[in-house]
T-cell receptor, first 112, second 113 residues
Framework: DGGITQSPKYLFRKEGQNVTLSCEQN?????MYWYRQDPGQGLRLIYY???????QKGDIAEGYSVSREKKESFPLTVTSAQKNPTAFYLC???????????FGQGTRLTVV | DAKTTQPPSMDCAEGRAANLPCNHS???????VYWYRQIHSQGPQYIIH???NNETNEMASLIITEDRKSSTLILPHATLRDTAVYYC??????????????FGQGTILTVHP
């Protein structure tokens, strides 16, 4: 089935460690996105990418890094520079402008 | 991207129509209006989108004012399963900046029995 997959669903890390969240889509979508959601809050854009090998910072990019080496994949690395990394992370993709975005089911990251 | 303003919360009785407003007074000519909803701890689900004409699908109707500065999402017969956070966003349809999708705080819709 076509879709967007995030893994793992739950992730635990020790403070000071980098961690990479996976996002894969087989929808042939051009654009991919990463959002962060804190309890009771809306979605905040971290990074987005419209084409392979290109990406732009969103509103809260500090402490995060991404890559877009393949159209299907847009991994997010939460670095040790992110001061408060515990959150729910959502990945999305869409075909192009004027179309809807599809979301993954999210990864809940807990840093202890 | 244009900003959107939504009421933080709304209530609706089961079986009645839920009308969720959104203000986007700074919308530009090539920006679409999108609606998504998010049920607790899940990824947001697309509902509907439009440019300037009213739109309807199996889930909802979208009414966009003639000046495009506001819109209303209508769930015609709300059920308990429609309880969720509803997000209204505007985004470019094309060009080099089409990619950015910015969500606001949304409206918490609670459907009561």
């Amino acid at each position: 089935d076509g879709g967007i997959t995030q893994s793992p669903k739950y992730l635990f890390r020790k403070e000071g460690q980098n961690v990479t969240l996976s996002c894969e889509q087989n929808l042939n979508h051009d654009a991919m996105y990463w959002y962060r959601q804190d309890p009771g809050q809306g979605l905040r854009l971290i990074y987005y990418s419209q084409i392979v090998n290109d990406f732009q910072k969103g509103d809260i990019a500090e402490g995060y890094s991404v890559s877009r080496e393949k159209k299907e994949s847009f991994p997010l690395t939460v670095t040790s520079a992110q001061k408060n990394p515990t959150a729910f992370y959502l990945c999305a993709s869409r075909y192009s402008g004027g179309t809807e975005a599809f979301f993954g089911q999210g990864t809940r990251l807990t840093v202890v | 991207d244009a900003k959107t303003t939504q009421p933080p919360s709304m209530d609706c009785a089961e079986g009645r129509a839920a009308n969720l407003p959104c203000n986007h007074s700074t919308i530009s000519g090539n920006e679409y209006v999108y609606w998504y909803r998010q049920i607790h701890s899940q990824g947001p689900q697309y509902i509907i989108h439009g440019l300037k004409n009213n739109e309807t699908n199996e889930m909802a109707s979208l009414i966009i004012t003639e000046d495009r500065k506001s819109s209303t999402l209508i769930l015609p017969h709300a059920t308990l399963r429609d309880t969720a956070v509803y997000y209204c966003i505007v985004a470019n349809a094309g060009g080099t900046s089409y990619g950015k999708l910015t969500f606001g705080q949304g409206t918490i819709l609670t459907v009561h029995p």
